[in-house]
């Protein structure tokens, strides 16, 4: 946690992975960001991984930091308090529909200068999700060795999408501090995932040479990277991004010689070229095989991190929770034992680190309707009297 | 293009593929983003794919919209140069140590105020890259069938980073804004990378769990979703995510007596929990897949649509390139037959629609020194004629 952006108060609606990112980046930067769910959650509140009493740690992670208001979204009076704080507030996210009742024509209607970020599946409305949109655009067909396509573990898509949405969100509320006037930006998955597939170059590829790329198994494309095994069975990914890194490389690993043999037969020269050095793997890879795999994982590791080459041995994810550098002794976790679920483990809090501010703990996500008190009261100016009958009625809920 | 960040003016000095995704979020949405590169490009300027001339498609398309000021950065004055355009400006982006010449430190000492948004490896400043934090995080190890390791394609951790150092760089100044005070936001793609893990839920999953995840193929985590093949061999993503839609796919496939047999057998009702359908999948599986592979493609589109079951076909990305929905009526997408290569292709513009803008077209990558004479002299007032002796001097270097 830390305070960029103190004094930002955001209405999230939202559920499952894109829009509760972007409300979660916000928040750890210090926004007060408000989710406001249906009573008992949304449709993501019970989803996995999950504890032995069902309590998500999925949804408990996404939305650390965060306060939550809840309210029956199926009734007219919940959906027109959700719309109110919308309006009292000026922020929102959501992934709701584009033309329901939180559409952006409707809820700027007494409230001029909204800003709105929507997250959605196609841009015209139509649904899609990460899973749906990583195969419409081609990656699952290039990843692995085939022939069969390959899903992403990683929701990449919607991840992506969220920290765009954060961005999206404060590059409006500066132009609407500089000109006064609000706006909608929609981020579409579909739209992210082709136009970053553009981004890559990855489009203007496959039209250039009007063929798709090959698939390269675990191979990097366009420079020289690969998974190697060591003799004590350690496989580690190693890149080479810099000329000299090639150098160093070559040297540390005794294969000047067999290079220069590779490079006298084919005719070239990999000394100041990446590119050369891809096209040419099938010859050089098993260099680097018999050489690594003479080589006990602690040898190579030595070698390689003198001569300053890129690597990293293939991990867990429990043994990447055990590690220290990456967890334990890493600053951007703090211990959490507040977590609705009652599990304690280390919390993430902010991505990035400022070395002048002091980075406070993580915090827990809210329980269902944890703070509908305390914000009908400070947002829409409810009496206790009122907020009352409306938790009676049934349609506030708070935590219990 | 948007003027959401008009008279925002950034110097971006980087390379690969997160940093510069961060400047161009910027440009997209308006921001002068100028990127200062070591004069005829720095180590990513020629990185594949590439045209039959050796253009970089990736360097033009990771940065459009920008413009490009050429230094010698291995002198003394061009290195002094890029630091008086950062002081100049008061805004950074940049992959380059923490330590040394564009050290934040060291560009605040005549620029209190600047605001340094600086990607990094590993939080202590040794070199990481995308396919390195990946596997040591543990994503590639639950990717595929096994039981090797998998690795992405799609550089997810630099897309990510990118996305939130662009966030962090709008937050930071909306906090200088309101305070006076600049700031350096670190962003290691280690951290992005094992807070992302943390942020979902999977770091807790195996600490609660003791265990790793089982690798699930193309099947999703805690939910209904997986890949299917129809009659006529169209391999296609299918993924059910509200309880609606499970009611609507079992019916639409003519399951419900098979699936009631199954909740039977195992007492169970997949009915309201989506974690049962997970858990109960070799179970349910055998079913859709009979039910699937008894449809033509166009059959089980009508009925999955007609459902509102989120589905899509693998699709290669030669096929996507060539979609009218993904690219060619896509309005994110803009003739531009300007590139550097010369190569004319379908461009991305931001990711983001603003309904209530205009969105302009996407804007070609620029020359390596393209601005060189513009930007040093409405950046640092310099004349033509010491413009004209750095350029004789080999210290600048303009577009040939």
Chains 1, 2 share one sequence.
Request: net charge negative.
């Amino acid at each position: 946690m830390y305070n960029l952006l103190d004094g930002l108060r955001i209405i999230e609606a939202s559920s499952f992975v894109a829009s509760p990112t972007a409300g979660l980046y916000c928040a750890q930067f210090g926004a007060e960001v408000i989710r406001v769910d249906q009573i008992g959650g949304g449709p993501d509140y019970h989803r996995w991984p999950v504890t032995d009493a069902k309590d998500s740690l999925y949804w408990e992670n996404l939305n650390r930091a965060k306060k939550s208001v809840a309210l029956d979204l199926a009734s007219p009076k919940g959906r027109e308090m959700l719309q109110e704080l919308v309006r009292a507030t000026g922020q929102f996210i959501t992934n709701f529909p584009a033309d329901g009742f939180l559409s952006h024509a409707k809820l700027a209607e007494r409230r001029a200068d909204l800003v709105t970020v929507r997250i959605m599946g196609w841009a015209d409305g139509a649904p899609a999700l990460d899973y749906t949109v990583n195969n419409a655009v081609g990656y699952p067909l290039i990843t692995g060795q085939g022939p069969e396509p390959v899903n992403h573990v990683l929701p990449a898509w919607d991840l992506l999408t969220g920290a765009y949405a954060a961005f999206a969100m404060l590059a409006a509320i500066r132009k609407r501090e500089q000109t006064g006037i609000g706006s909608e930006v929609r981020i579409p998955l579909s739209d992210v995932a082709i136009g970053t597939a553009a981004n890559l170059g990855g489009l203007a590829e496959v039209l250039h040479n009007n063929a798709d790329r090959p698939r390269l198994g675990n191979a990097v494309y366009g420079l020289f990277g690969r998974d190697f095994v060591t003799k004590d069975s350690v496989r580690t990914m190693i890149v080479v991004v810099t000329h000299r890194q090639w150098a160093n490389l070559v040297a540390a690993l005794g294969l000047r010689s067999a290079v220069e043999a590779v490079e006298t037969q084919e005719g070239v020269s990999f000394a100041a070229d990446d590119g050369l050095r891809f096209e040419h793997r099938r010859g050089l890879f098993p260099l680097f095989e018999k050489a690594i795999g003479a080589l006990s994982y602690d040898q190579m590791e030595a070698k390689l991190d003198e001569a300053g080459v890129v690597h990293s041995a293939y991990r867990t994810m429990w043994e990447a929770a055990h590690n220290p550098r990456l967890v334990g002794d890493n600053p951007i976790f703090s211990a959490c034992s507040a977590n609705p679920s009652g599990f304690a483990y280390p919390a993430a809090g902010a991505l990035g680190t400022i070395p002048q501010m002091e980075r406070s703990d993580a915090k827990p996500a809210p329980r269902n309707g944890q703070h509908s008190e305390e914000i009908l009261s400070t947002a829409l100016g409810l009496s206790s009297g009122e907020i009352a009958r409306l938790i009676d009625s049934g349609t506030v809920g708070i935590a219990k």
